[in-house]
């Protein structure tokens, strides 16, 4: 299929009703799932060495979108993340800074205060999980002050949760509605959605998950909230990586990935972007286009790129806690 | 800068390939008579060693060693005992498992990740599944007290030469007989390394006898006069002359052939598996596999939404050094092969298919061939008719399932096809109707050694693997 205005017309037919939507999802190619994991697996051994290395870890430092989501979140712990992320190793300022940090809309304030103190430059995003995350819980016109109040509070990316309930009871226009209200209260902040693959389950269910999102407008689509498990998995991702690749060749707009949950080792992080070359393909190996939600991957990336740099392991007590 | 993949090449520091090899009889390494000729390596043309031929004379030495450890040794063993050599022989493959991938992907030119992944350690399985049989055969369903047949002649090919070797020596082992086995000429090594490791599991002279050489070396062992059972893995003009051979005499013959499979995707199947199933299908080994899905049957209502996902998957793959972990299509193993490849694909272009390979670089020195299809084909194409045995896939279209039936019978050959479809009642009805030995569902290539496999037609007789693979060596 080649971009005109009748696949255009053809996806806005998709969604004219909740039967037509329904019939869109579900015409879909399925997804068989042990052909899925076999292919995710055999994407996981490649054998990523020397240059590629490199090139990859620091990559993948650019992609993190530094995380805390914790109940005990206070501005001290955000100001300290916000300034990791800025200066993931401090020693060493050829290492770049990541591509966002990503908080509670209330913990904002102190993530802009501190990544424009830096005068603004650091490049760093600001992402907030809003809609009643992680459950999305809660009725619509809260979920849109909630994210109306991390706009307003300075996210420049919002990372929203569907509606998994409504999704898994097959109401699938009220799930897409949701995702267009959500895109309209952003303004120009960038959106996120988040499926929640863990409760989705089946493969299938992410494919429609994922075209539900792109239709309704959504800049990156995301795995997890990182609160239930399983969170990311490589064929999760792959599922996404080829909707994101097909949905290009419909409509021609890009849209990014985003696992979240569970992703703690470089070894781990190269191999998403072994997939993300190879499936997507080479135009989304940009932080623009590929995130990983984490924490604690950072500081193993860091741990790599010091081994890389001077042939030996640095001890934990080098890099720093947050 | 993009994101390119370093080389990362295995070591080749954990095998030692000697100068010269000699002939396994009897337990032990002796000269070969007939004219040492040399193995080498299909990706750089180097000489990696030079192997002894047997003659008719050495033939009937191994014969009459292995006819002695039949009579003397192994069949009066209990099956509990024959058991604990061939789980003996499955551990050492294991622990030797990367020495054996790399000489493998030396001396065969098949990439690592294949002979690392796939050839040793289903190798092992397999001699791990046998030995498991070895004290339970009055339980098979081939009588109350079933027999071993004596001396058994094996000779095996090219593609998987490990592989292959335990196909044909582990079920022929569990059931009581000893072997003669010849390697390709092309892929001798891992079989001489084999004959180390039955030196290391103390296995009794004779059990085991390894004889090199060439098409009269096969000859020689399966016409020999006391050699009771016959197996051939190879292309059917030569499964042809052996069972012309062995007509008429007591020897039991069991052939696995060529084979041209039907990989038939419906426009309901999972498509982005299917492709990753086309791909493995064709250009897992370098598409030298017997069972290769080398005729790709699509729906025609999503023919050119396949052949596009398909071109893209087939641009990512990484032709070359058969050691780097990374490499998916490894080298042609011999330049005769490679010759043979060439011709038929010439002859699918002046017939009027469209050829097609992704843009990439091929080494200079070696034997090498671009993943190519070839689309447009039709039932009259000689390319949809003969086995290339090649990284080379045929395209045809079909309307309907009972169209798809018939063009994916409509073949001399028998071996395997491949179904792909969401459809759990029509890939049923497909499987009932397909003349082929395996039907995959939504898969293909997978082997597993509980899974008998064996050919229709002119793609072979008699059955490997599982408890059907036993009946082949035992009477």
């Given at each position: 299929?080649t971009?005109?205005?009748?696949?255009?017309?053809?996806?806005?037919?998709?969604?004219?009703?909740?039967?037509?939507?329904?019939r869109?999802?579900?015409?879909?190619?399925?997804?068989?799932q042990?052909?899925?994991?076999?292919?995710?697996?055999?994407?996981?051994?490649?054998?990523?060495?020397?240059?590629?290395?490199?090139?990859?870890?620091d990559?993948?430092?650019?992609?993190?979108?530094?995380?805390?989501?914790?109940?005990?979140?206070?501005?001290?712990?955000?100001?300290?993340?916000?300034?990791?992320?800025?200066?993931?190793?401090?020693?060493?300022?050829?290492?770049p800074?990541?591509?966002?940090?990503?908080?509670?809309?209330?913990?904002?304030?102190?993530?802009?205060?501190?990544?424009?103190h830096?005068?603004?430059?650091?490049?760093?995003?600001?992402?907030?999980?809003?809609?009643?995350?992680?459950?999305?819980?809660?009725?619509?016109?809260?979920?849109?002050?909630?994210?109306?109040?991390?706009?307003?509070?300075?996210?420049?990316e919002?990372?929203?949760?569907?509606?998994?309930?409504?999704?898994?009871?097959?109401?699938?226009?009220?799930?897409?509605?949701?995702?267009?209200?959500?895109?309209?209260?952003?303004?120009d902040?960038?959106?996120?959605?988040?499926?929640?693959?863990?409760?989705?389950?089946?493969?299938?269910?992410v494919?429609?998950?994922?075209?539900?999102a792109?239709?309704?407008?959504?800049?990156?689509?995301?795995?997890?909230?990182?609160?239930?498990?399983?969170?990311?998995?490589?064929?999760?991702?792959?599922?996404m990586?080829?909707?994101?690749?097909?949905?290009?060749?419909?409509?021609?707009?890009?849209?990014?990935?985003?696992?979240?949950?569970?992703?703690?080792?470089?070894?781990?992080?190269?191999?998403?972007?072994?997939?993300?070359?190879?499936?997507?393909?080479?135009d989304?190996?940009?932080?623009?286009?590929?995130?990983f939600?984490?924490?604690?991957?950072?500081?193993?990336?860091?741990m790599?790129?010091?081994?890389?740099?001077?042939?030996?392991?640095?001890?934990?007590?080098?890099?720093?806690?947050? | 800068?993009g994101?390119?993949?370093?080389?990362?090449?295995?070591s080749?520091?954990?095998?030692?390939?000697?100068?010269?090899?000699?002939?396994?009889?009897?337990?032990?390494?002796?000269?070969?008579?007939?004219?040492a000729?040399k193995s080498?390596?299909?990706?750089?043309e180097?000489?990696?060693?030079?192997?002894?031929?047997?003659?008719?004379?050495?033939?009937?030495?191994?014969?009459?060693?292995?006819?002695?450890?039949?009579?003397?040794?192994?069949?009066?063993?209990?099956?509990?005992?024959?058991?604990?050599?061939?789980?003996?022989?499955?551990?050492?493959?294991?622990?030797r498992?990367?020495?054996?991938?790399?000489?493998?992907?030396?001396?065969?030119?098949?990439?690592?990740?294949?002979?690392?992944?796939v050839?040793?350690?289903?190798?092992?399985?397999?001699?791990?599944?046998?030995?498991?049989?070895?004290?339970?055969?009055?339980?098979?369903?081939?009588?109350?007290?079933p027999?071993?047949?004596?001396?058994?002649?094996?000779?095996?090919?090219?593609?998987?030469?490990?592989?292959?070797?335990?196909?044909?020596i582990?079920?022929?082992l569990?059931?009581?007989?000893?072997?003669?086995?010849?390697?390709?000429?092309?892929?001798?090594?891992?079989?001489?390394?084999?004959?180390?490791?039955?030196q290391?599991?103390?296995?009794?002279?004779?059990?085991?006898?390894?004889?090199?050489?060439?098409?009269?070396?096969?000859?020689?062992?399966?016409?020999?006069?006391?050699?009771?059972?016959?197996?051939?893995?190879?292309?059917?003009?030569?499964?042809?002359?052996?069972?012309?051979?062995?007509?008429?005499?007591?020897?039991?013959?069991?052939?696995?052939?060529?084979?041209?499979?039907?990989?038939?995707?419906?426009?309901?199947?999972?498509?982005?598996?299917?492709?990753?199933?086309?791909?493995?299908?064709?250009?897992?080994?370098?598409?030298?596999?017997?069972?290769?899905?080398?005729?790709?049957?699509?729906?025609?209502?999503?023919?050119?939404?396949?052949?596009?996902?398909?071109?893209?998957?087939?641009?990512?793959?990484?032709?070359?050094d058969?050691?780097?972990k990374?490499?998916?299509?490894?080298?042609?193993?011999?330049?005769?092969?490679?010759?043979?490849?060439?011709?038929?694909?010439?002859?699918?272009?002046?017939?009027?298919?469209?050829?097609?390979?992704?843009?990439?670089?091929?080494?200079?020195?070696?034997?090498?061939?671009?993943?190519?299809?070839?689309?447009?084909?039709?039932?009259?194409?000689?390319?949809?008719?003969?086995?290339?045995?090649?990284?080379v896939?045929?395209?045809?279209?079909?309307?309907?399932?009972?169209?798809?039936?018939?063009?994916?019978?409509?073949?001399?050959?028998?071996?395997?096809?491949?179904?792909w479809?969401?459809?759990?009642?029509?890939?049923?009805?497909?499987?009932?109707?397909?003349?082929?030995?395996?039907?995959?569902?939504?898969?293909?290539?997978?082997?597993?050694?509980?899974?008998?496999?064996?050919?229709?037609?002119?793609?072979?007789?008699?059955?490997?693997?599982?408890?059907?693979?036993?009946?082949?060596?035992?009477?």
């Amino acid at each position: 299929m080649t971009v005109t205005s009748s696949t255009a017309s053809f996806l806005a037919d998709a969604t004219s009703s909740d039967a037509a939507l329904r019939r869109f999802l579900h015409g879909l190619p399925g997804v068989d799932q042990v052909g899925a994991e076999q292919r995710a697996a055999g994407l996981g051994t490649r054998s990523i060495k020397t240059s590629a290395k490199e090139f990859a870890i620091d990559l993948a430092i650019r992609m993190v979108d530094l995380t805390t989501l914790e109940g005990a979140d206070t501005p001290g712990k955000v100001r300290a993340l916000s300034t990791k992320a800025m200066h993931p190793d401090p020693a060493d300022p050829t290492c770049p800074s990541t591509a966002a940090v990503c908080v509670y809309p209330d913990m904002v304030p102190f993530a802009k205060e501190t990544l424009s103190h830096a005068g603004g430059t650091s490049g760093v995003h600001i992402a907030a999980v809003a809609t009643a995350f992680p459950s999305g819980r809660a009725a619509l016109d809260i979920k849109l002050a909630d994210v109306q109040d991390a706009v307003e509070a300075g996210a420049d990316e919002i990372d929203m949760v569907i509606d998994r309930g409504a999704f898994l009871s097959g109401r699938y226009l009220e799930v897409y509605e949701e995702i267009v209200a959500v895109r309209e209260a952003v303004g120009d902040a960038h959106l996120k959605v988040i499926f929640e693959t863990g409760e989705l389950q089946t493969y299938d269910n992410v494919r429609r998950a994922s075209w539900l999102a792109m239709m309704a407008g959504g800049h990156f689509i995301k795995t997890s909230t990182g609160k239930i498990q399983p969170a990311a998995t490589l064929p999760v991702t792959l599922v996404m990586l080829e909707a994101v690749r097909d949905f290009r060749e419909v409509t021609g707009q890009m849209v990014g990935v985003k696992p979240a949950g569970g992703i703690r080792s470089s070894k781990d992080a190269i191999k998403y972007l072994v997939m993300v070359n190879e499936v997507a393909g080479p135009d989304w190996l940009d932080p623009d286009w590929f995130r990983f939600g984490a924490s604690t991957l950072l500081n193993d990336l860091l741990m790599q790129r010091t081994k890389m740099q001077t042939g030996r392991y640095s001890g934990p007590d080098y890099f720093t806690l947050d | 800068m993009g994101f390119e993949y370093a080389p990362a090449p295995e070591s080749r520091s954990v095998v030692d390939i000697k100068s010269s090899y000699g002939l396994f009889i009897n337990g032990e390494f002796v000269d070969g008579s007939g004219k040492a000729f040399k193995s080498i390596s299909p990706s750089t043309e180097e000489v990696l060693a030079e192997v002894a031929e047997a003659d008719d004379h050495d033939v009937d030495q191994a014969v009459k060693a292995a006819r002695r450890a039949y009579n003397r040794v192994w069949s009066r063993m209990s099956g509990a005992e024959r058991g604990k050599y061939l789980f003996r022989i499955a551990r050492i493959i294991q622990e030797r498992s990367r020495e054996l991938a790399v000489l493998e992907s030396i001396d065969n030119g098949k990439p690592i990740k294949e002979s690392r992944d796939v050839d040793i350690p289903t190798a092992a399985a397999h001699f791990f599944y046998y030995a498991g049989w070895a004290d339970k055969l009055e339980y098979a369903g081939y009588g109350p007290d079933p027999q071993p047949m004596g001396v058994a002649g094996q000779v095996i090919p090219w593609n998987f030469p490990f592989l292959m070797l335990a196909w044909k020596i582990a079920p022929a082992l569990a059931c009581g007989n000893t072997v003669v086995l010849k390697p390709a000429e092309t892929t001798p090594l891992t079989a001489l390394l084999f004959a180390e490791i039955c030196q290391q599991a103390d296995l009794p002279p004779g059990v085991v006898n390894i004889l090199t050489g060439a098409g009269a070396t096969g000859q020689a062992i399966v016409s020999h006069d006391d050699v009771d059972k016959v197996a051939f893995t190879g292309s059917t003009d030569v499964g042809r002359a052996i069972a012309k051979a062995v007509a008429g005499s007591r020897k039991k013959v069991t052939l696995e052939l060529g084979g041209k499979a039907a990989n038939i995707v419906f426009d309901d199947a999972p498509v982005d598996q299917a492709v990753e199933g086309i791909v493995n299908g064709i250009f897992f080994n370098q598409g030298h596999v017997c069972c290769a899905g080398s005729r790709l049957l699509v729906q025609e209502s999503v023919a050119e939404e396949v052949l596009a996902k398909l071109k893209r998957r087939m641009s990512t793959l990484r032709v070359g050094d058969p050691l780097d972990k990374n490499t998916d299509i490894g080298a042609i193993n011999s330049a005769e092969q490679l010759a043979k490849i060439r011709e038929l694909s010439d002859i699918g272009e002046a017939e009027g298919a469209g050829r097609w390979s992704p843009k990439c670089d091929l080494p200079d020195h070696g034997f090498w061939f671009p993943p190519t299809i070839f689309t447009g084909v039709t039932a009259a194409h000689r390319i949809a008719r003969e086995e290339i045995f090649g990284p080379v896939l045929s395209v045809i279209t079909f309307r309907t399932p009972k169209e798809a039936v018939e063009k994916a019978n409509n073949t001399p050959y028998g071996l395997s096809a491949g179904i792909w479809s969401d459809k759990g009642s029509r890939t049923l009805w497909m499987a009932s109707q397909l003349r082929a030995g395996v039907v995959w569902s939504n898969t293909f290539n997978r082997f597993d050694p509980a899974s008998p496999f064996g050919g229709y037609k002119e793609s072979g007789y008699g059955r490997e693997g599982g408890r059907h693979g036993l009946e082949g060596y035992l009477k």
